[in-house]
């Protein structure tokens, strides 16, 4: 194994290769930088606090402490808060900061695997149809008359996830023969199943009631149903997939440069596609169906990444799910906060805010990228 | 060097957020947009009308008022005469003015008078609101056309669908020859004049509950049928001013929230807002503009006392509601049918079933 990582910057200056900047003697000295994945956890944690002490109510800062103190074990504070400030910070902003933080990981985990898989920079966590097959499955759950919620159980994120794997699992089954799966062929399989379900979508929207405005909430993503179950309910989901990502990211570095030289390694690239392909659908539809679709933060938190530090996945995966975890939750302050009393939907905060300082990314490094 | 410029780049990333944030802050608290006019044009055929002041109102004994109008008890019996700046008596019908003398003009959003030389015969109503209130005055019969999602009355099922609310097949609509096209939103217009047809364009939907009344007349006139049309609007409005005197002694009534579907809910300035308004009932989003989602922490904090949940309860279950106290005292409103969706002859049905629900037992 040590091999490949001596090989990379051996080939990588021969072969146009996307998205692999040269593994750097620094970077061979240490696996990880471990120095920087524990100031970007502080940084994570910095904008959940500051997530935490700003909201369309106004609570105390000194509230907003003894509130969180109290959930410490073995600390006792008194009780001198209001109720409803309670209520607002442990049942409605805790649960919202998790959430987005979560889904902003996942999705930056599922893009960056999706770009290395497929080397492809477009790539990101919808690319093969996860997004359209979630809607189609939200819409059928908006426009019948199945009720969203029947007692404790939540229809729509289960409709929403089985909308979403459904579609890329018939993609992958049109697209692998019993050998081998050919990535382009499900790329495009993806693609045409994505346009086929965004078409059912379209025509159960426009032949039902006209109230839309739910559905189109949904599909422009936000956390503003978020709950605390939701959270505990997406973590056993998220924490393993990213981990498997995590390992599979050094064999994610030898794919970067030709599939069959990463077999003539001895990485086993067929199991290597299902793994990916297979945790990375479950991270987005996992996200999705809580959140709806929020664009963005997949495609771009890597990318950054790979800008700013390089782009060896075996620190861009952990890097780039704390980023995008951190952008999220700060999108998530802003979209409940900027029109205040009522909300905007996230998905419109990211690309409004995400996409200025991206390009003013690609301006400064254009000659160095790619 | 390198990397300590991008750190420099990602500060000030964050940083924006944050004065973006307090810019936030202060643009909260710009006052609230006055109320947009009316339209003058919007009312214009009702002024038209001969005006009759002596029509008699329902059940209204002038003389309870006169002696008793600062009485407590002629209050609790929620009959007072309708003597309300709010509500003149523009039109009234004696049996002099029953007739109308075509032909009638017409005045549509554009200020563009429409001229009927008679009364319409193949009419394309593709508005819910319109059907209804044709089908109310008796005038249903000349509605050869409409869209997908007018289900009511029942005999509106059988009248060709002409698209959907948003999209109109106009090819299907030359083809049934209508005289009169009448339509509440203007993307298809100019289409249709062009294809030669009768347009009307009247947005039924406004945010005003007594212009419904004023819509209801304009189809009397339109159709002939102005006593029947007349009628339906008198006793539309006597229900407004009943419910209006019946709620004079309540100076504030309790606080309330609608919940649309997925926390959209409608602000002051909205038809649903003014229903509040003639209720009494405090909104919660009295701050928001037209319709919107609002924020879960905003419902905490103003508390409501009554939520209109209207796609079922999703609110008793959750725990960030569990103080609310609409939620502890189950006043939870599930309205049986959407009628305050439809600007129709219906739409105080919807009304009346609201003010049952949190006035019990002081309407009659």
Not at chain 2, 14 to 36: G, I, M, R
Not at chain 2, 76 to 85: F, Q, S
Request: proline share 7%; net charge negative; with cysteine.
């Amino acid at each position: 194994m040590n091999l490949q990582t001596s090989f990379i910057p051996a080939y990588s200056n021969e072969i146009t290769i996307l998205m692999t900047t040269p593994v750097t003697p620094k970077n061979q000295k240490s696996l990880l930088p471990w120095r920087r994945i524990v100031v970007w956890i502080f940084v994570s944690l910095a904008c959940c606090v500051l997530a935490a002490s700003i909201g369309s109510v106004s609570i105390h800062p000194m509230e907003t402490i003894m509130i969180t103190l109290s959930k410490f074990p073995f600390i006792n504070v008194d009780k001198t808060w209001e109720d409803s400030s309670y209520t607002i910070l442990w049942e409605i902003r805790f649960p919202r900061i998790l959430l987005a933080l979560l889904v902003g990981a996942s999705l930056s985990v599922a893009g960056a695997t999706y770009q290395g898989l497929f080397r492809n920079p477009l790539a990101d966590p919808y690319f093969i149809g996860v997004a359209s097959g979630a809607s189609l499955g939200a819409t059928l759950v908006f426009l019948t008359n199945v009720p969203i919620v029947i007692g404790n159980f939540n229809v729509l994120p289960i409709a929403a996830f089985i909308g979403g794997t459904g579609a890329v699992a018939i993609a992958y089954k049109i697209s692998s023969t019993s050998s081998n799966t050919k990535l382009a062929t499900l790329i495009l399989a993806g693609i045409a199943i994505g346009s086929f379900t965004t078409a059912v979508t379209s025509i159960l929207m426009i032949r039902t009631e006209p109230d839309l405005r739910p559905l189109l909430s949904w599909i422009m993503g936000g956390f503003i149903r978020a709950t605390w179950s939701d959270s505990l309910f997406l973590l056993p989901y998220l924490i393993p997939s990213i981990l498997l990502v995590c390992i599979y990211s050094r064999i994610l570095n030898t794919i970067q440069l030709d599939e069959e030289y990463a077999e003539s390694l001895g990485v086993n690239t067929e199991r290597t596609k299902k793994v990916l392909i297979i945790v990375s659908t479950i991270l987005t539809a996992a996200a999705v169906s809580f959140s709806g679709l929020i664009g963005f933060v997949g495609l771009v938190a890597p990318h950054v990444v790979r800008i700013l530090w390089g782009g060896d996945y075996r620190s861009l995966i952990p890097t780039a799910a704390l980023v995008g975890g951190s952008f999220l939750v700060l999108s998530d302050l802003m979209a409940r906060t900027v029109v205040s009393p009522g909300e905007l939907p996230v998905g419109i905060i990211t690309a409004l805010f995400g996409a200025p300082f991206f390009i003013f990314l690609l301006i400064k490094n254009r000659s160095n990228i790619y | 060097m390198k990397s300590s410029k991008n750190c420099i780049a990602v500060f000030i990333f964050f940083a924006s957020f944050v004065s973006l944030f307090a810019c936030s802050e202060v643009s909260q608290q710009k006052p609230d947009p006055a109320p947009p006019a009316l339209p003058a044009n919007v009312v214009d055929y009702i002024k038209k009308k001969p005006l009759k002041p002596e029509y008699p109102r329902a059940a209204a004994p002038a003389e309870v008022k006169v002696d008793s109008s600062k009485d407590e008890t002629s209050k609790i019996t929620g009959i007072k005469t309708p003597i309300e700046k709010k509500y003149p008596k523009k039109t009234s019908s004696s049996n002099e003015s029953l007739k109308v003398t075509f032909p009638v003009s017409i005045t549509d959003i554009d200020n563009q008078k429409i001229i009927f030389d008679s009364p319409p015969e193949r009419i394309i109503a593709f508005d819910s609101a319109a059907v209804e209130t044709l089908f109310a005055i008796g005038e249903g019969h000349r509605i050869i056309g409409t869209h997908d999602y007018v289900s009511y009355p029942p005999e509106a099922n059988s009248i060709e669908k002409v698209g959907d609310a948003f999209n109109m097949d106009v090819e299907a609509v030359v083809g049934l020859n209508p005289d009169l096209v009448y339509l509440f939103y203007p993307s298809f217009k100019e289409q249709l004049e062009n294809a030669g047809l009768k347009v009307l364009l009247i947005p039924t939907m406004g945010d005003d509950i007594s212009e419904m009344a004023d819509h209801f007349r304009m189809w009397g006139r339109i159709t002939g049928a102005v006593m029947e049309a007349n009628n339906l609007a008198d006793d539309f409005e006597s229900r407004i001013l009943n419910i209006e005197s019946t709620l004079a002694p309540y100076t504030e009534g309790p606080s309330v929230f609608q919940d649309v579907g997925g926390l959209w809910t409608p602000g002051n300035d909205t038809l649903v807002g003014n229903v509040f308004k003639l209720l009494k009932l405090q909104n919660i989003a009295h701050d928001i503009d037209g319709y919107q989602q609002i924020s879960p922490e905003v419902i905490v904090e103003r508390n409501p006392q009554y939520i209109i949940s209207s796609y079922g309860d999703t609110f008793s279950d959750d725990p960030k509601y569990s103080g609310v106290v609409a939620v502890k005292n189950g006043s939870i409103y599930i309205p049986s049918a959407d009628y305050l969706s439809i600007s129709g002859p219906r739409f105080l049905m919807g009304v009346d079933e609201l003010a049952n629900f949190i006035y019990p037992g002081i309407f009659k």
